[in-house]
């Protein structure tokens, strides 16, 4: 079975501080990762993925994260962030069971708060 | 449009009445999803659809709901007889190819906000 895990419910940065979101992940096999943003009402927008390959993904609106296959981490980050991030963060493992078909699981979500 | 397209935004209806939620996903995605979320969780899988054939209806929490993809594009989520557990929102997402392709992210729409009184 697949699990994710957001272990913070919220993260309070100023602008133009490092932004790091949390991320830690169980999978049987090999781990298809996704972070998403979701701004409020609104749907979730799609930031990297992690899939093969290189350790640091790089994605939209400046994000990265860092895959850490040791220590079974995902986590997002940002060199400065911007008060327009400030959103609600979700993290995702792809199910890889055999008839899964693809569909993600997600973690709790953690809120980031960005103050000017 | 470009993205994934969902109505209506809001939805509100009393205890007992059937809703019917649309989602247009992007032209040419063969993959479809449906996901509910409730206040402060995460997105939860409902069902799936590769083209018109719903291959996994797993995450479907009861009889009263109901999914469908006819001609491969758009999709319905009908729920009957709502009760108060079923006021969430409500995402389509939409991906390229088949699901089991896992490098393809997936594209949600903005979601349909239920409320059921």
């Known amino acids: 079975a697949q699990s994710v895990a957001q272990p913070e419910d919220q993260v309070n940065v100023a602008e133009g501080n490092p932004l790091t979101v949390k991320c830690t992940y169980s999978?049987?096999?090999?781990?298809?990762l996704f972070w998403y943003v979701q701004y409020p009402n609104r749907g979730l927008q799609f930031l990297l993925k992690?899939?093969?390959?290189?350790?640091l993904v790089k994605g939209s609106y400046g994000f990265e994260a860092e895959f850490n296959k040791s220590q079974t981490s995902f986590h997002l980050k940002k060199p400065s962030a911007l008060v327009s991030d400030s959103a609600l963060y979700f993290c995702?493992?792809?199910?890889?069971?055999?008839?899964?078909?693809?569909?993600?699981?997600f973690g709790a979500g953690t809120q980031v708060v960005v103050t000017p | 449009g470009a993205g994934v397209s969902q109505s209506p935004r809001y939805k509100v209806a009393k205890r007992g009445q059937d809703v019917a939620l649309r989602c247009d996903p992007i032209?040419?995605?063969?993959?479809l999803f449906w996901y509910q979320q409730a206040l402060g969780q995460g997105p939860e899988f409902l069902t799936y659809?590769?083209?018109?054939?719903?291959?996994?209806k797993s995450g479907l929490p009861s009889d009263r709901f109901f999914a469908e993809r006819p001609e491969g594009s758009v999709s319905t989520l009908k729920i009957q007889r709502t009760q108060q557990e079923d006021s969430a929102v409500y995402l389509c997402?939409?991906?390229?190819?088949?699901?089991?392709?896992?490098?393809?992210?997936?594209?949600f729409g903005d979601g349909t906000r239920l409320s059921i009184l």
């Open positions: 997402a939409s991906s390229l190819g088949p699901g089991g392709l896992g490098n393809q992210p997936q594209h």
């Open positions: 999978v049987s096999g090999n781990p298809y």
């Open positions: 992690y899939i093969t390959g290189d350790n």
């Open positions: 995702a493992v792809r199910d890889d069971g055999g008839d899964s078909w693809g569909k993600l699981q």
């Open positions: 032209s040419g995605h063969v993959s």
């Open positions: 659809f590769q083209n018109e054939a719903q291959l996994d």
